[in-house]
């Protein structure tokens, strides 16, 4: 009877365990294109990724670098004050979009040049993403604004 009682627990415990390994594994299937990475420019000039990674970078809108070019295709760099990617965009800016304004992009890093498929401008007057903040706080360049 004992016997019987233990076989049936330890069958119950390989089924658990089981399943678990098969959701877990499920879950990374899933999530595999779905996770994109955050990056400042100084990470990627230091070690470039892969042309076939999708990753986020953020910074700041370097100043006199937005150029539009013909139809929707936008050119600009983002920095983080210790590193410049130029950024090539095809699509329409969101509103808040500007030099010396926050950003993150999602694309990948082709041949030096970051090919953005979305870009996200902070989306108020005073928010910017808090990767960005960390990354500018690294490279010495962020300044806390007034809270008045």
Known sequence: MKSLKK??????????VVALILSTAMIGYAMRDGINFF???????????????????????????????????????????????PVVYTGVLPDLFGENE????????????????????KHDETYMPTEVIDALKEQGVYVEPDAS
């Open 7 to 16: 076989q049936r627990r330890i069958q119950v415990v390989l089924v658990a």
């Open 39 to 85: 990056r400042a420019p100084s990470q990627v000039i230091a070690e470039p990724p892969a042309p076939s990674e999708v990753f986020r970078i953020g910074g700041l809108v370097e100043e006199g670098s937005l150029v539009r070019g013909e139809g929707e295709t936008i050119r600009f760099s983002v920095t983080d004050g210790g590193a410049t990617v």
């Open 102 to 121: 926050g950003m993150v992009g999602t694309g990948r890093y082709v041949n030096g040049v970051f090919e953005a498929s979305e870009i996200l401008a």
